[in-house]
């Protein structure tokens, strides 16, 4: 049985895989993806297609406000079915406290170019009718996006195929030292392999510290002009940072369909079945946040497993234990928002160009410190 080589193996082709993929094709490399599930439906398809910037740490928020700019010039060459639309976030408040958070925010984002209004109770209630009356006000950030992640990803596969790429159908059982080993026994080769397995990334990397983090989703039947912003609580952000115990919050989003996405939830080491209690407590908050969600007939529920890390933050680079491996993982539910700039950033890396951003705050050589934190 020959070996192939090539300039580039990316395993995984989920949204971060193609957009790599992609990235390194358009440069000239000979690049092989590699999936055994076919483009965006993994961790891409468990996403609510959330293009947004967070400002959880200074190095969150510089990954996600450039991958955002990239979006916004892909946005004009993405065929219809990826449903881009940039329809805003609206960080919704419960009471005082959450205000104080919008006024925060809106300083901090305003202080670094990105366009943002507080919105009082009737300016809230203006823009989103359906909102429960209780709510005391919200930050309205302007740039954000949403996107049919699935299909861009397929986009982005066909670009990279465009541009010379292999898609090669098939799991992945081992990489390292330069070679790719599938489960059937066939071999690819090259000096770069990337590791954007998402999930699985760990089982194929040794000592990289991602853990399953199950999501649930529900989308409704077609309510056109029911929704027109992607609306989050601010009490999501705690949610987030929960990792001792499972999690709802309020997180709606509008499709082109005029159908309604319904999140979230965020449990860890949980088997990939629907959780019923979970799934009755997170249609529950946004009837909370949204009283008219009740009457909506809700057609279709899925779970799906995003990749996390201690630090909230992906792990994209050089892997320090074998030259021949990079990663591009750990993006858990900011990797459709991240892929773009995930992809750019090893794209500079392999050139030995000046990236847009520094790389160094995601660099899998903080593993160490994040195991001694």
């Keep these: 049985m020959s070996t192939e080589t090539f300039d580039c193996i990316v395993v995984g082709s989920g949204i971060v895989g193609a957009a790599c993929a992609a990235r390194f094709a358009r440069n000239g490399m000979q690049v092989a993806l590699v999936d055994c599930m076919g483009a965006g439906l993994g961790a891409t398809a468990a996403g609510m297609g959330h293009i947004v910037v967070m400002d959880d740490s200074p190095a969150q928020f510089l990954l996600t406000k450039y991958s955002q700019s990239l979006w916004q010039s892909l946005a004009k060459t993405l065929p219809p079915t990826a449903e881009f639309q940039q329809c805003g976030t609206l960080w919704v408040a419960a009471d005082g406290e959450e205000m104080n958070e919008v006024t925060r925010k809106h300083s901090f984002y305003q202080t670094h170019g990105v366009s943002t209004e507080i919105l009082d109770h009737d300016a809230l209630m203006a823009l989103e009718p359906e909102l429960s009356r209780h709510l005391v006000g919200a930050l309205l950030v302007h740039c954000d996006a949403v996107v049919y992640a699935p299909m861009v990803a397929q986009s982005m596969m066909e ?94 989003q509008p499709r082109i369909t005029g159908q309604v996405l319904i999140g979230s939830s965020r449990q860890f080491d949980s088997p990939a079945t629907i959780d019923f209690p979970i799934l009755s407590r997170m249609l529950a908050r946004a009837v909370t946040y949204m009283p008219g969600l009740a009457e909506c007939s809700i057609i279709r529920t899925w779970t799906g497993y995003r990749a996390a890390t201690p630090d909230k933050l992906p792990l994209v680079g050089p892997w320090p234990e074998d030259e021949t491996i990079f990663l591009a993982t750990g993006h858990e539910g900011l990797g459709i928002t991240t892929s773009l700039a995930t992809a750019e950033l090893l794209s500079a890396h392999f050139d030995g160009g000046s990236p847009a951003i520094p790389l160094e705050p995601y660099l899998p050589s903080r593993v160490e410190r994040m195991a001694h934190a």
């Design 159 to 252: 670009d990279a195929v465009a541009h010379g790429a292999r898609v090669i159908d098939g799991e992945i059982s081992a990489i390292g030292d330069g070679t790719a080993v599938f489960r059937d026994g066939r071999r690819l080769k090259s000096r770069r392999i990337v590791n954007a397995a998402g999930e699985r990334s760990a089982e194929l990397t040794a000592g990289i510290p991602i853990r399953k983090r199950k999501g649930h989703l529900a989308i409704t039947d077609r309510y056109p002009g029911f929704l027109h912003h992607q609306v989050v609580e601010l009490g999501y952000l705690k949610s987030a940072h929960s990792v001792a115990e499972d999690s709802v919050a309020f997180n709606v």
